[in-house]
């Protein structure tokens, strides 16, 4: 019988009164302990992250079955870590040894969607597409688009704050939570925010949610601000010689005033692993390449103004999409780089450093030169619009020595995105990855501040430990 961790001073919790306790409020069939089948939810996408093994996985179907998890959590003093998809690239979904997973990809209702007051209300398991095309269907849009939108959930959007594609032009996660509700680690319902258009009703503990990686709380209910459905976008593809050349075009793009949809950019390393993993045909004798788009009026027109903008800096080639299919192809290239980049190697570690636009060429270079002092393939694609780059460092885990080097490579580029006025993180989170790097960031005062507020709302620290901090 395997032991928890943690347990009060009084009692020793073993799995099964953990699991009974957990069975007067669930039924049978959301109470999970097959240890082949709990053993699959340890980890998210950063496998290499280290995760402990839980003892028991829960997926509650209601909110009174989620107080029911946590007050049996807090009462053993067991850690509880909350679950969407586990798409996630920083470890932040990865158990805790002993404790209860809570996944709450069963709850995915999608509650309301009101044209009027233009919210949706939304439980957490719900998965970003199938919100995006049921808003859609109401003349409405959901702007957050991570890559990852077909699986993963709004309550990790939320745990993540997550961004995308379109953040360049309609702005993170962070922008489109209203109002929550949350169960709090001892089991009490909170309800934060609004659903109304305005609202500065006390602290804004909505936002503090947004990006808390689990650590505070578990979201049950979201209210999502939406905006009406914009025309089909329209992409261009820019071809260029130099990651420089391509990172000059974005700093006079934005520069321009111009207000693209979207603006992405692959180096070659990306565009060839696309290519290989995918046959999509993209031009791989180019360095870098530049995907914009417009989902205005005229989006030809803009596109125009935005393909002279390129040449200018010196674009080899300019090719507007035909038409919304071409588009859409260009785009899920896009969104299939990280994909495609683990399949160079067998592995990645996937930094998300954001720096300031106008520091986007520096950053470029200087992870072409960590890449040739570790003797490392380093595919980069970014969401050039937002300065948010995801420097892929590609190796093999199964060789000490590569994964050495990819582990420090992975450490100077955040070093350097620091260097350059910018942040370790951008959308992914902090997870277990990049722990030490928050406290470089914030630092000491910051980060004694962050605990502070982790105490106020998880007192016995069972709420996704080991995280953030
Ligand atoms: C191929 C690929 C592409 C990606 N592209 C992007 C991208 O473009 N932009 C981007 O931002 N991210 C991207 N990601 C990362 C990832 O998809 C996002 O971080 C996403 O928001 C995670 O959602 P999830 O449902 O998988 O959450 P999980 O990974 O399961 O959880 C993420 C965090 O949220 C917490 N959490 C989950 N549900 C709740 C809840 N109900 N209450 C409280 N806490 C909760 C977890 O504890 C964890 O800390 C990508 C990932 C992959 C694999």
Redesign the pocket.
């Known amino acids: 019988m395997s032991r928890i961790e943690a347990p009060r001073d009084d009692e020793t919790v073993t799995a099964s009164s953990l699991v009974d306790r957990l069975l007067a409020g669930l039924p049978a069939e959301a109470v999970l302990t097959d240890p082949e089948v709990t053993v699959s939810y340890a980890h998210?996408?950063a496998s290499f992250c280290p995760a402990g093994t839980p003892a028991v996985v829960v997926l509650p179907r209601t909110v009174e079955q989620v107080q029911h998890v946590m007050r049996t959590a807090t009462e053993l003093r067991v850690p509880v870590?909350?679950?969407?998809?586990?798409?996630?690239?920083?470890g932040?979904?990865n158990a805790s040894e002993g404790c209860v997973v809570l996944s709450?990809t069963k709850?995915d209702r999608i509650l309301e969607i009101n044209p009027v007051d233009r919210v949706a209300v939304v439980e957490?398991?719900v998965v970003?597409a199938t919100l995006s095309r049921a808003v859609g269907e109401h003349g409405l849009y959901y702007p957050p688009?991570?890559?990852?939108w077909e699986?993963?959930?709004?309550?990790?959007?939320?745990?993540?704050?997550?961004?995308?594609?379109c953040c360049v032009k309609y702005g993170?996660?962070a922008e489109y939570v209203l109002g929550l509700e949350?169960v709090l680690a001892d089991g009490r319902l909170m309800s934060t925010g609004r659903r109304t258009a305005k609202g500065v009703a006390g602290y804004d503990l909505t936002r503090l949610?947004v990006g808390?990686?689990?650590?505070l709380?578990?979201?049950?209910r979201a209210v999502l601000g939406l905006r009406p459905k914009p025309p089909q976008q329209l992409v261009l593809a820019a071809e260029f010689a130099s990651a420089a050349d391509a990172c000059d075009a974005v700093c006079r793009i934005m520069a321009g005033g111009h207000v693209p949809s979207l603006l992405e950019l692959m180096d070659r390393t990306t565009v060839k692993a696309v290519n290989d993993f995918a046959r999509m045909g993209l031009p791989e004798t180019t360095e870098a390449l530049l995907l914009a788009a417009f989902d205005t009026p005229d989006p030809a027109a803009d596109l125009a103004a935005l393909g002279a903008l390129c040449a200018e800096a010196g674009a080899t080639q300019v090719v507007p999409a035909e038409d919304a299919a071409e588009s859409e192809l260009l785009l899920q290239a896009r969104?299939?780089s990280?994909?495609a980049l683990e399949a160079v190697k067998g592995t990645t570690m996937i930094d998300d450093v954001c720096v300031p636009r106008s520091r986007l060429g520096e950053m470029l270079a200087g992870v072409e030169r960590i890449a040739a002092t570790y003797d490392l393939t380093i595919g980069l694609c970014a969401?050039a619009g937002d300065g948010n780059t995801h420097p892929t460092v590609c190796f093999d885990a199964r060789d000490p020595d590569e994964s050495r080097r990819a582990r420090e490579s992975f450490d100077e580029i955040m070093a350097l995105g620091l260097e350059l006025g910018g942040t370790i993180t951008?959308?992914?989170?902090v997870?277990v990855l990049k722990k030490e790097w928050l406290a470089r960031e914030i630092g000491p005062v910051g980060v004694e501040m962050q605990r502070a507020v982790k105490r106020v709302f998880d007192p016995l620290g069972i709420l996704?430990p080991g995280?953030l901090f």
């Open positions: 998210d996408m870590v909350p679950q969407g998809a586990r798409t996630g690239l920083s932040a979904a709450l709850m957490p398991g970003n688009d991570p890559s990852s699986t993963c959930t709004i309550g990790g959007n939320i745990g993540t704050a997550s961004g995308g594609l993170v996660t949350v949610f808390s990686e689990g650590s709380g578990i979201v049950v969104r299939l990280l994909t969401h951008g959308e992914h989170g997870g996704n995280k």
